[in-house]
């Protein structure tokens, strides 16, 4: 953190920061973070001060307009390497995370996404969320399946929406549907109030949030972001540029979504999942 300051007073919300594999595997795609970058980025924001919020804290914090040295940890996808790699360097400094998890994947491998690793990735279990739900650890909602659900037709993105919350509150309790992640960040007017019909009352998009409770803006962390602070809580020129380069690189996950779409109509869909495969773009 030497050399780095943060005019933390002129945040007037707390950021969100959103990582999705932590260490395992090398990968073709830019979702990684070693191990050993990510123990020293939360290594130095805990001796900088800063402070990881619950899911409510955060809230909270937006209504109060108080987020100095404070950020919402969140994951995408719920991979299991998080469990080895993530949570227990979090626990023994302190900080806890928000997980969003593709429901109908837990306990499964990432059949869902195009192959980046040699062999698939394997998902938490719902044991393993449970047991990290037991130390303080959130989670909520990533859709179904992974599907970009502005793609989807109306049926489908309820569908998508609301199976996946009904898992999570089935399996832990009313927390468990108060927020989602937009799968690739996409959301529009449409999703974010087929969202709030739900029940969900926190909607989680790219780097360009419009503030709504349901569009709300987090930065991604990708395999570049290697320095102590991540770009998502600098607020200097640094911090800027790699805001734009997050949101260029998640604007690129058009391609994964047109990969996967040829995919669902080339391949044998499993039962598990048939009925929440949509063919529409």
Known sequence: MRGVHLDVAALTTAPVLCYHRIGGPLELGVTRVGRSV????????????WRTLSLDEFA??????????????????GYASLAEHAYPILADLGFTATTFLITDYVGKT??????????????????????????????????ATHRRLTWLAD????????????????RLGPDGGTA?????????????????AAGYDLGFAGVKGNGDRLHLSRVPVYTWDVGDVPF????????????????????????TSIM???????????????GAVSTRA
């Open 38 to 49: 990510f123990a020293r980025q939360m290594t130095a924001l805990t001796r900088a001060g």
């Open 232 to 255: 998502g809580l600098r607020n200097d020129a640094l911090g800027v540029l790699g805001r734009v380069v997050a949101n260029a690189a998640n604007r690129c996950a058009i391609g």
């Open 260 to 274: 996967q779409l040829a995919k669902r109509k080339t391949s044998p869909r499993p039962e598990s999942i048939a």
């Open 155 to 170: 049926h489908d993105l309820a569908t998508e929406l609301g199976r996946a919350r009904a898992q999570l509150v089935e």
């Open 60 to 77: 909270d914090a937006r209504t109060r307009h108080d987020a100095r040295r404070t950020f919402l940890l969140t994951f995408d996808d």
């Open 110 to 143: 990432n059949d869902w996404d195009v192959r980046y690793t040699w062999n698939r990735l394997d998902h938490l279990t719902w044991r393993q969320i449970e047991q990290w739900r037991a130390r303080g650890f959130q989670f909520a909602s990533h859709g």
């Open 180 to 196: 989602i992640a937009y799968p690739f960040g996409a959301v529009d007017e449409r999703v974010a109030e087929c969202a709030r």
